[in-house]
């Protein structure tokens, strides 16, 4: 999936990422080849934190937010595999953009609200807020709660 985010504030964590990545971090950069996985990582571990972020899908598929995830290796065609939490973000209205899923273990953990599905602006920026107490977890999408949920954790906290 295409996904555009705030322009000036992504070219500088990508410069930043970019001089920080080698082989003592094993994470990849953003990349902007097709076809191809990237992901923008932290050197920081954090159990609690708010999340606030634009985006604008621009192409087909889905993307995400991961959090409390472990890059547990490499797969030379599509990039790293990771296991964790992920918030969902897709360009299509339905296809759960906001809801949680756990990559590497019990899959949908938590679908958006009925309302939540339905705030997803198609084309338009997009707003996303993550926010994670301990093992609350909530969402909002637009200013509208996808939902919110106590879960029970796998792995170790990661950003």
Same mark, same amino acid.
């Given at each position: 999936?295409?996904?555009?985010?705030?322009?000036?504030?992504? $070219?500088?964590?990508?410069?930043?990422?970019?001089?920080?990545?080698?082989?003592?971090? &094993?994470?990849?950069?953003?990349?902007?080849?097709?076809?191809?996985?990237?992901?923008?990582?932290?050197?920081?571990?954090?159990?609690?934190?708010?999340?606030?972020?634009?985006?604008? &899908?621009?192409?087909?598929?889905?993307? &995400?937010?991961?959090?409390?995830?472990?890059?547990?290796?490499?797969?030379?065609?599509?990039?790293?595999?990771?296991?964790?939490?992920?918030?969902?973000? $897709?360009?299509?209205?339905?296809?759960?953009?906001?809801? !949680?899923?756990?990559?590497?273990?019990?899959?949908?953990?938590?679908?958006?609200?009925?309302?939540?599905?339905?705030? !997803?602006?198609?084309?338009?920026?997009?707003? !996303?807020?993550?926010?994670?107490?301990?093992?609350?977890?909530?969402?909002?999408?637009?200013?509208?709660?996808?939902?919110?949920?106590?879960?029970?954790?796998?792995?170790?906290?990661?950003?």
């Amino acid at each position: 999936m295409g996904v555009s985010f705030q322009r000036k504030r992504f $070219d500088r964590l990508e410069e930043e990422r970019r001089r920080e990545v080698g082989s003592r971090t &094993g994470h990849h950069p953003v990349r902007k080849r097709r076809n191809k996985y990237g992901y923008l990582t932290t050197e920081k571990t954090y159990r609690d934190f708010n999340l606030r972020l634009k985006f604008k &899908g621009e192409a087909a598929g889905n993307s &995400g937010v991961f959090f409390h995830a472990r890059i547990t290796g490499i797969d030379p065609e599509h990039g790293p595999d990771i296991e964790g939490m992920q918030v969902e973000v $897709d360009p299509n209205v339905g296809k759960h953009t906001g809801g !949680l899923y756990e990559s590497g273990g019990r899959g949908w953990v938590k679908m958006p609200t009925a309302e939540g599905e339905q705030a !997803l602006k198609p084309g338009e920026w997009n707003d !996303l807020g993550v926010s994670v107490r301990g093992n609350h977890i909530e969402t909002r999408l637009n200013g509208v709660r996808s939902w919110t949920i106590a879960t029970r954790r796998r792995n170790s906290p990661r950003a």
